[in-house]
């Protein structure tokens, strides 16, 4: 079968959880970059890709790489690509850009060059453009410029890979599926024991776990970009989808979902019932610091308020020295991850973290604390 290469994106501090998803697919030789991955693959690989990667963002399938010192060589460079070999004029086109350096630094300019190229090359040779649909577009092109090197891109994904299809509402500022899942890959779980979310919000990380749990592909009630593509077979596809449903496991333990806040826990309800992990979760309105369960080497994580839009330092700072006396009262021999964007307030959970990881939620920088919680055991 052909080979390529294939480019995976991910969040900043995901590198390495993504390698280890690409290794159990059987990627073996990956080449870490900053936010991404590289490696060389072939189509049913990348199929594989865009199914089963909870951490990935895009899966990519680069066409073209050159030097661009200015708008004119970045047009006729694209022209040199012969895109009537990836789609036709009757189909629908939207790009994707991003820059970096001093030489092109408005990216919604270069998508815009991008665009013309292209439309301009079928016009001239079929005498009509194709349209540009940002919405559904039938082919997705991703432009990445880093001062004056280009890569030109397939993104095989189209939208990216967070968009699971389960989310059909959420709270104010949800965390992504992507770091959801990774926070729980990160975790080391092992699925061989309860799993717990004390604060859960919209029910993403918890979801996340359960998919885990389920070994359901994150992206199973989801479609793809490359399902569009000229190329596409629809046989190696549908065997790969089929594959996946087969491998799904049972799992033995619960994944309790709570929140103090009602409209969460109806809303982290919803969401599980679309993701269908809703049978093995307990979603229920609970104080976690009322919290009665009784826990024995099961993994909490957590993502506390960090403060950036209501609260003051000092409500802060009770709330996390809160969350470490409870932790330290009632949930012995765990484990508990606290991801947070308040460096300050972490400090007072009163517990020694035996790990520490900078990981970025959306634009906030965080850290994400480890706590190994053993009575007798200094923390």
């Known amino acids: 079968m052909k080979t390529f290469e294939i480019v995976v994106k991910t969040l900043f501090g995901l590198e390495e959880v993504l390698i280890a998803e690409l290794k159990a ?14 490696f060389v693959g072939t189509q049913e690989l990348l199929y594989k890709c865009n199914l089963h990667l909870r951490t990935a963002l895009k899966v990519l399938k680069p066409i073209a790489s050159f030097i661009a010192n200015n708008e004119n060589v970045l047009y006729k460079e694209v022209q040199k690509i012969n895109w009537s070999d990836y789609f036709s004029f009757k189909q629908t086109f939207a790009i994707e850009a991003t820059t ?102 919209s029910g993403t990380i918890a979801i996340e776990a359960a998919l885990i749990a389920k070994n359901m592909a994150p992206g199973i009630n989801r479609t793809f970009n490359f399902e ?10 549908n065997n790969i989808k089929k594959q996946a449903v087969e491998n799904q496991r049972k799992f033995e333990h619960t994944i309790y979902c709570h929140d103090i806040d009602a409209n969460a826990v109806e809303i982290s309800e919803k969401n599980a019932v679309l993701a269908q992990t809703d049978d093995i979760m307990d979603i229920e309105k609970q104080d976690f610091f009322d919290s009665q369960l009784q826990l024995s080497n099961a993994t909490i994580i957590m993502n506390p308020p960090y403060g950036e839009r209501l609260n003051k330092e000092e409500d802060m700072v009770a709330l996390y020295k809160k969350i470490g006396d409870k932790l330290k009262q009632s949930f012995n021999n765990n484990n508990a991850w606290i991801l947070s964007g308040n460096m300050e307030a972490i400090k007072f959970v009163g517990l020694k973290p035996s790990q520490k990881i900078n990981l970025f939620n959306g634009p906030i920088e965080c850290k994400y604390h480890k706590f190994e919680l053993y009575k007798g055991k200094k923390n």
């Open 25 to 38: 697919l059987g990627i073996t030789e990956v080449e870490k970059l900053s936010r991404a991955v590289r």
């Open 228 to 237: 569009k593509w000229v190329d596409f077979d629809k046989v190696t596809w």
């Open 100 to 201: 970096k350096g001093e030489i092109f630094t408005h990216s919604k300019y270069v998508a815009l060059k991008t665009k013309d190229a292209i439309a301009d090359q079928f016009r001239a040779q079929k005498g009509i453009r194709p349209s540009v649909d940002t919405e559904n577009p039938d082919l997705c092109i991703d432009v990445f410029i880093n001062r004056n090197e280009c890569i030109i891109s397939l993104n095989s994904s189209g939208v990216h890979l967070g968009k699971r299809g389960y989310r059909a509402t959420q709270i104010l500022a949800p965390m992504s599926e992507n770091l959801a899942a990774g926070l729980v890959l990160l975790s080391k779980w092992d699925t061989q024991s309860d799993f717990y979310d004390p604060l859960c919000g």
